[in-house]
């Protein structure tokens, strides 16, 4: 799928485009642009939204359009007629008249599954105890990719539709990450888009791009926010405050460039933390005005009503409810199970239905203070790291959609004043992650050098060094030359903690192996490993130091013997092996030796390495590895054109 430029064999030339990703806890959005003039309907570099999201009528089933460019991150899995359905569309079935001839399962907050957190661990259950009621058992990873196959069939539509996208072009992909999220947790997520992409015909090529959602923020930030003004060597200190997650990290502003300063942070915390607030004080109200004898675990319509309400508690109060203006709220509920009297937070509608529910003034605020305390304690961290490294911090610029609520707002604002810090609130705070992915993947200048998460390293043979406490109480092997060396040390390319340029990082390994004579191919392989801590150079794979080194790719490549034999170098062995040949005859070992490089870059958040035998002129062979695909075996390789390296690197 995808292109690399070259004419088809019908003479179409296909284009390449950009589309960022933004897949949110709570809602999503998804933006493209083409960077260049070759449709005259979209200007160079123009960010569009995808927007007109089906939504039935909850009257008729009839379709409609929503002109929002966000979509909840909502699916609904019918149980009898095996229909799927996301976001608006989703959400209408739960007032459908036809709800009961067609039940079903909707699913939300599923991006949490992606978390390991603590502070998300009762959401989580709760996610997965609806995905049992399914009829087919899914895991997170098919949860996200069906939500993402209808998000990206409906963009595919959308960009052909009105943007003249042919199937033929080439989709490059820049998707937003959560600082907070674990590299299993990409991994995933990367798996769910590759599904998706495939199974949608949306034509995402083999360019995949990610950026932190702090990130893209700021990128978003330094480009639209005229009223601020930013010079070179400000402190800045980020923070993306979403549905489900906060992100903190401070930057320098360099002339050309962002530089951190310090290890990016995030805590699972966010807007959904007042949708599970507001939900746990509603299922309570609600227990305890049931008529007796009936359960809400054995009632999926109440259940969904419970849900619809809380989303519609968000969608029209969680960004305009006021700190020092907090009043008692009425929400829409249809409540038909309840009892007939004691019912003091429930009220009637015009039809004489108790349609409305009653949180007051002291639960919203206890909802409020709990999420708004969080976000706070995470920026004050940051805040008291940066300062005791000797920097002074002129603002705080928060993106997001919970940053959009006033409650917080004032919160984090009075907090501050001690610190002698302005906050900002850019415009279109929701909007500010997936438009920024754009523009940092736009502009180079908005491009940071961040600090490595991890350690990135190779494995290697070592010479011994008994006097070094790295090699100190190991038995050394001997080779044919009768050295002595270390079998299965890691020597660490780039360590946790240390700063990688908005250039890349590269480094090259010189390194050499040796054949028989009779040999007719050999593989040329090298381990690379990652580790989520700062680890050493020079020790076993197998030492303490090394304990949560994972394997991150064997890169194996095939080098065909013959046409370089007359290059290769005869070595003088020490300790001469024999074997039988073809005829019977034992016979001593020629072995030959060949010399060749390794050279590793870090850029972007991935990992490229070239492998080459110095000693031919055999074609170079190269690979590209996101490092977001870490801690799991079975990655797909694939070289510089795009193909899929096989075991034999062909």
Known sequence: MGSNGNTNVDGYLPKRWRAALDFGTTTTSIVFCLPSDSIPVLRKGKIVHINKWPCETPEEGASRLKATSEIPSVIRYGLTDGSVKIGWDALATIKSPLWRRNPGVIIERFKLLLDTSESTAGLRAEVRQRMEALQTPKGEVDIIADYLHHVFAHSLDFMRTNY?????????????????WS??????????????????GLPIGQIRRTVSETEAGMAYVRETSRDVEFETDDCVLMGDIGGGTTDTVPYRLGASRLVELAPSTGISCGSTNLDQGFKTQLTKDVKRSMRPGLKLHDNPSLQNKIDLATFEFGKDHKKNIKKGQVIDLWVPFKFREARSINLAKFAEDDDGDLGYYCINEHEIRSIFNAACKQVWALLKEQLDQVIQLGHKVKMIVLVGGFSESLYLREVIIYECRSYGVDVVFPPKCQWAVVEGAMVWANKEQYQADRISRYSVGIKRHMAYEPRKRYHKGIKPDVDEWGRNYVKNCLEWVIKKGSLISANGLTKTYDLHISVEEDTPRTILSQAIYISETACEDNYRDSAPVNADAELLETAEFSIELEPIRHL???TKLTNVKRRKTNNGKRTADRLYMINFRLKITINDLALSYRIECTDSQQKAKTGTLPLSYIFEPGTVLRNSTGDVLGADGR
């Open 164 to 180: 003249m996208l042919d199937e033929r072009d080439d989709i490059e992909l820049i998707l937003t990450l959560p600082n907070a």
């Open 183 to 200: 590299p299993m947790a990409v991994r995933k997520m990367y798996g769910a888009v590759d599904i998706a992409s495939q199974s949608s």
């Open 568 to 570: 290769m170098t005869l």
